[in-house]
């Protein structure tokens, strides 16, 4: 409810400011890093999931300020706090490839995350940075310590469904099968994990399908044969061979 001041006399209610947030104990403020790789190693060494804090753009420091929460903070996850950053524009230039990479170690965190422009968020992800959780205003320490404890189990379920999706992108090139590994191996790629065993399988599957795509382009180049490299450049579109096939192709225009 808000206060109503004294008004001056023929004036009407004049709505005072809300009071200032107290400043916050040293003590009880979470153990904050920056986003680095060796932060992400830390975690991966030790095990820890990760809470990462997106503050407002007129955060003053002490939204997560609790003694739960800095205890947490030193015992059951490394906390990261990423500066603000108002920008969501992805650089047009950057087509990237399809591997996931991680998005706490991109360039703007705030943007992978898809966390709106001045929303202060939490996010709880695993050591990898892959996200299970998020709060769109600052959660109690209960509430950051009941998804903690769940960051194991989702990161269980998660790859065992990835770990499906590539023993179907296996079994597929076993057989030669190039077009049906790839759409497997990709759909784990839409899922944007990282990290993850059976994610890291996938990846080292689509490299050595790539490697054996770009030596039938190259010999298909060799030969001159227009039709098989048009039958290639379709059958890898949305892979980083396409532009090689595609390249392949115009210099025989």
């Known amino acids: ?71 947490l903070s030193k015992n059951s996850a490394l906390f990261i706090k990423v500066p603000f950053n108002a920008n969501r524009e992805k650089d047009p230039w950057d087509v990237g490839s399809v591997v996931p990479t991680s998005k706490l170690l991109s360039d703007n965190p705030s943007r992978e995350y898809g966390v709106k422009v001045g929303r202060e968020t939490v996010i709880v992800t695993d050591s990898w940075g892959n996200d299970f959780f998020r709060f769109e205003k600052a959660p109690s320490a209960e509430e950051l310590r009941s998804s903690i404890k769940k960051v194991s189990d989702k990161v269980d379920s998660a790859n065992k469904k990835l770990q499906k999706t590539y023993d179907a992108a296996k079994a597929a090139w076993d057989k030669n099968d190039r077009s049906n590994a790839l759409k497997s191996v990709l759909k784990n790629f839409k899922e944007g994990l990282v990290g993850l065993e059976a994610q890291q399988n996938s990846i080292s599957l689509y490299h050595e399908i790539m490697d054996a795509a770009r030596a039938s382009i190259s010999d298909m180049a060799g030969k001159g044969d227009k039709e098989a490299l048009k039958g290639i450049a379709k059958e890898l579109k949305g892979t980083d061979a396409a532009k090689d096939a595609e390249a392949a192709l115009a210099k025989l225009k």
């Open 1 to 71: 409810m808000q206060r109503i001041d004294n008004p001056a006399p023929g004036a009407g209610p004049v709505a005072s400011s809300p009071a200032p947030r107290p400043a916050a104990k040293p003590e009880d403020l979470p153990s904050f890093e920056l986003p680095s790789t060796a932060a992400l190693e830390r975690a991966a060494a030790d095990k820890k999931p990760i809470v990462v804090y997106f503050p407002g753009e007129k955060d003053d420091g002490s939204a997560l300020a609790h003694p739960d929460i800095a205890f």
